[in-house]
Each structure stands twice: as C-alpha cells, then as structure tokens.
C-alpha cells in the first residue's frame, strides 16, 4: 500500500473509512509495515472474532458502537472513544453489541 493509498493521509474520521455489512465482519488494513498494522473493523450486531491468540501487542480504539471484548478471563465492554489494551500471547475474542466500528493497531516485536 503506498501512502497516496492510504486514506488517513488528510484528516478524517476512520469509522467514515469502513462501511457496516449486514451479517459480517469487514476488515480494511490503512497501515501495514514491517513493524505493525494499522486495521479498521466494522461488525454487524451479533458478528465478532472468535477467540485467538497473536504473538504481537495491540490495542483497540472503539470508534462506533458497543462490543464485549475477552481478554484472557476478563471482558470488557467498550464504547465510542475508549481504548483497550490486548497483551501479545493472550487469548482475545469480540461480539458485537450492536453495529461497531474499530481500529486495531498492532506492534509486532523487532527482530533480533
């Protein structure tokens, strides 16, 4: 992806970015570099990700909408404009409250 791709390149609100679709989940990566990815995520109500786990840190910024989020044994509920951090190496799930838009921003550790 080349910068003049990206669409973050002027100021804009990045839930404008992504469009809900009905029954699914709808992924657009904005950033992707060798030391992390920049991801937007729209869900319909209902839809998530199962549970998994990545060796990388990341942390979610809720841009619209509500989402139960697993991290580990904890959930949490996140809502417009709040931010949560997701460990590298521990299990992590989402569903969708209601219609939710998301940025996932994830670190990738360095190479030695």
Same mark, same amino acid.
């Given at each position: 992806?080349?910068?003049?791709?990206?669409?973050?390149?002027?100021?804009?609100?990045?839930?404008?970015?992504?469009?809900?679709?009905?029954?699914?989940?709808?992924?657009?990566?904005?950033?992707?570099?060798?030391?992390?990815?920049?991801?937007?995520?729209?869900?319909?109500?209902?839809?998530?990700?199962?549970?998994?786990?990545?060796?990388?840190?990341? *942390?979610? +910024?809720?841009?619209?909408?509500? &989402? #139960? =989020?697993?991290?580990?044994?904890?959930?949490?509920?996140?809502?417009?404009?709040?931010?949560?951090?997701?460990?590298?190496?521990?299990?992590?799930?989402?569903?969708?409250?209601?219609?939710?838009? *998301?940025? +996932?921003?994830?670190?990738?550790? &360095? #190479? =030695?």
């Amino acid at each position: 992806m080349s910068d003049r791709d990206n669409p973050l390149e002027r100021p804009t609100t990045p839930g404008s970015i992504i469009e809900l679709q009905q029954g699914a989940v709808v992924s657009r990566t904005i950033v992707r570099q060798p030391s992390g990815n920049v991801t937007l995520f729209a869900f319909d109500e209902g839809e998530g990700l199962a549970e998994h786990v990545t060796p990388h840190e990341a *942390m979610i +910024l809720a841009l619209e909408g509500d &989402a #139960e =989020i697993t991290v580990g044994s904890d959930r949490h509920r996140l809502r417009d404009g709040e931010a949560l951090h997701l460990p590298a190496s521990v299990p992590h799930g989402i569903r969708a409250r209601s219609p939710f838009k *998301m940025m +996932l921003v994830m670190l990738k550790k &360095a #190479e =030695i």
